[in-house]
């Protein structure tokens, strides 16, 4: 199902669309709320998207330097190119150690690269262990959101889901005792697993340690009572200097969800003792997006999710409808890179109103990027060949002003005359919408007219 | 002052009152307006289809137009205008191109920033809603936008105030988009039709009589809605509510 169809489908259900759309809009407003209290925000802005450029520029020598000082820190360092030799090298420790099985905190990394899936086909238990994960993956479905995955869940259906596999009361659907019976659920997980991975928001180049956020502490409870510690990031993640936190802990959770700081900002450089600690530097297609002068910058993403809460489609079509691991805008100038056949469609789901741009902490050209998107998948042959068809006659049509007058009054005519000729349900646009009363003069004839006089 | 008219070409088609309204706008406020007979379209619809590179004559046809010696040209559509701006080349007359993309104002602007209008000569009694246009706000800059930490201002608001015993209502969302978006109209229906219902929805339950804006492709859209629906608002472009006696 192609974005269009499965947000048509989201929008049939008229009442949870409106509850979806006013409920991340909520978050968007939380947004706003945090930033404008923050008079200096545009220069914060400013200054997180030229460390970013910075970083990107030198990709290759942060990353060593990055790799050197973990090294010196007595951290296991691999090197990943693509989600799959992630996925055998998450294996390989996971055998090493002999654990079979594995808790996980959020990363949107190992949902592009299908972990999940992977390391269960070996016989793995992997067990999400952020609450909004774990949801999603009881009920054998990806996230629909990078920072809040079960967005779409309402309270009354996660009780129906805990009841099913936590066994909590039927019809139970306040918040806080579900979240008890979570947390009970979870704690004996991260008891008895000898394995924790997490994720990584930033990776200091300066001291080969990093930083993972959360808001419920899991990834810290994982990778504390562990014995080995994973910990899977993009080669994007890469800060120069640990100051530079300053500027991005500001940014991230006030544009996320309006905190000023997400609850827990973990600090990881070595192994406690007796542990081991596995840093996995994937690659997965972000070299060749930084070849791409273009579209390099998607690459300063720090996953908020700001643009996903503010985006107009997103908040109507919901993120399964972007079947891409990461949803909404940013999601959609990022995953063309990895297979533009399968996600041709994404650059179209928007209207290119620019709102994504502006709140994108680290100030993407997110809307310039899908524009010139469209222009590639068209050039490369991804593009439907009857809108290229129509198209082609529409520029034909447009560049010769006789012809262009002449369809004009030919279509007006036809539609005063037979007005069910447009006015009918093979016209999209008549599906909810009336079309315009064709007047009988056009401007320019009226003009003409007038010059006459 | 010597200008150009350009007319997105679904107003030259299905909105002549709005060329009209802006014609005897800009003549009233003493300019001399041209409209150049051959004009059709800024090749928009192509390029954001992601077919570019079938804009070019378009954009050879624009420069044909609308190169030359004028002033300024005047469009009544933030996005018509703004594609001009950041699209428009030509492999003949790169010269005359660079002239138009440098003095193409959306119609708002014009007034605002070259005429300087401080007064207009405009009566409506009416509440009014003003629809921002993503194109003309987030891409043209007519007014602030609301996610920048920055401070407020408004072309378009500036001139509905100059209008005797005018209304504007505050809207909940007051930039979101109608989800027109050019193409996306069709090849999402579904979102468009609802962000459009939803937008609508705003300027109503908010007291609009009058829902208005700069451009008239997003007004367009939002019409079919009230008109499909029924709303009591009445759907007018800025143009004609500027140029009311």
């Known amino acids: ?453 | 002052m010597k200008v150009a008219l350009f007319l997105p070409c679904y107003v030259d088609q299905f909105y002549p009152k709005v060329g009209i309204a802006t014609l005897q706008l800009l003549e009233k406020l003493g300019c001399t307006v041209t409209y150049p007979l051959n004009q059709t379209c800024c090749g928009q619809p192509m390029a954001n289809s992601g077919f570019e590179n079938l804009a070019q004559d378009c954009n050879e046809l624009f420069v044909e137009n609308f190169g030359g010696s004028f002033d300024a040209i005047i469009c009544p559509s933030g996005s018509c205008a703004l594609h001009v701006k950041h699209h428009l080349h030509s492999e003949k007359r790169e010269n005359d191109a660079t002239h138009i993309r440098n003095h193409i104002y959306e119609l708002t602007e014009f007034l605002t920033d070259v005429l300087k209008v401080e007064q207009l000569p405009a009566r409506f009694p009416y509440k009014v809603g003003l629809h921002q246009s993503c194109h003309g706000q987030r891409g043209l800059h007519l007014s602030q936008m609301s996610e920048l930490v920055a401070a407020p201002y408004s072309k378009p608001e500036k001139l509905l105030n100059m209008v005797d015993e005018l209304e504007l209502i505050n809207l909940e969302r007051k930039d979101e988009c109608c989800g027109f978006g050019g193409t996306f109209c069709v090849f999402e229906e579904a979102v468009s039709a609802r962000m459009g219902v939803d937008r609508v929805e705003d300027h109503v339950r908010n007291g609009a009589e009058v829902l208005t804006g700069g451009d008239m492709s997003c007004l367009m859209h939002l019409e079919g809605i009230v008109r499909r629906n029924k709303y009591p608002v009445k759907v007018m472009h800025i143009a004609e509510i500027l140029n009311q006696a």
């Open chain 1, 1 to 453: 199902m192609n974005h269009s169809e499965a947000a048509e489908k989201f929008t049939k259900d008229v009442d949870r669309t409106t509850w979806h759309d006013k409920t991340l809009w909520f978050v968007r407003e939380k947004r706003d709320k945090a930033v404008f209290q923050i008079p200096e925000w545009e220069a914060l802005r400013e200054a997180g998207s030229r460390i970013k450029h910075n970083a990107l520029s030198n990709l290759d020598e942060y990353l060593l330097e990055f790799e050197q000082n973990a090294l010196k820190n007595g951290v296991k360092v691999h090197w990943a190119a693509d989600g799959h030799e992630h996925n055998e090298i998450v294996l390989q420790i996971l055998k090493e150690t002999g654990a079979t099985q594995m808790v996980k905190s959020k990363s949107m990394l190992t949902e592009e690269c299908h972990l999940n899936e992977f390391l269960i086909e070996k016989g793995v238990d992997v067990v999400d262990t952020d609450l909004g994960e774990r949801v999603v993956q009881l009920a054998n479905e990806p996230p629909s959101h990078i920072v809040m995955p079960c967005i779409h869940w309402k309270k009354e259906e996660i009780g129906e889901l805990f009841h099913e596999h936590l066994g909590t009361e039927k019809g139970a659907s306040d918040p806080k005792y579900l979240a008890e019976a979570a947390r009970q659920h979870l704690r004996e997980k991260f008891m008895t697993r000898r394995a924790a991975l997490t994720g990584v928001n930033f990776a200091v180049a300066e001291t080969g340690g990093f930083v993972v956020c959360t808001n419920e502490g899991n990834a810290d409870m994982g990778a504390h009572l562990a014995d080995v510690h994973i910990a899977s990031m993009g080669i994007e993640k890469i800060i120069p200097k640990a100051r530079h936190l300053g500027v991005f802990l500001r940014l991230l959770a006030r544009s996320a969800t309006g905190q000023p700081i997400t609850t827990y900002s973990s600090h990881f450089h070595r192994p406690r003792q007796g542990q081991t600690m596995h840093i996995i530097i994937v690659d997965n297609g972000r070299t060749t997006q930084l070849g791409r002068p273009d579209f390099r910058n998607s690459l300063k993403c720090i996953r908020c999710g700001a643009c996903m809460n503010t985006c107009p489609v997103y908040r109507r079509s919901g993120g399964h409808s972007y079947h891409n691991a990461v949803a909404g805008p940013i999601g959609s100038i990022l995953a063309p890179n990895l297979d533009m056949r399968k996600n041709a469609d994404l650059p179209f789901a928007s209207t290119l109103c620019g709102s994504c741009s502006n709140v994108c902490p680290v100030k993407i050209d997110i809307h310039d990027q899908l524009y010139k998107w469209r222009q590639v998948l068209a050039a490369e042959g991804y593009v439907d060949s009857t809108k290229k068809q129509g198209m082609k006659l529409m520029a034909s049509v447009l560049s010769n002003p006789k012809l262009f007058r002449f369809s004009g009054k030919a279509g007006r005519t036809l539609m005063r005359l037979a007005p069910f000729s447009v006015s009918n349900p093979l016209n999209p646009w008549y599906k909810q919408r009336e079309m315009p009363e064709p007047p009988k003069e056009s401007f320019r004839e009226w003009y003409v007219n007038r010059e006459k006089k």
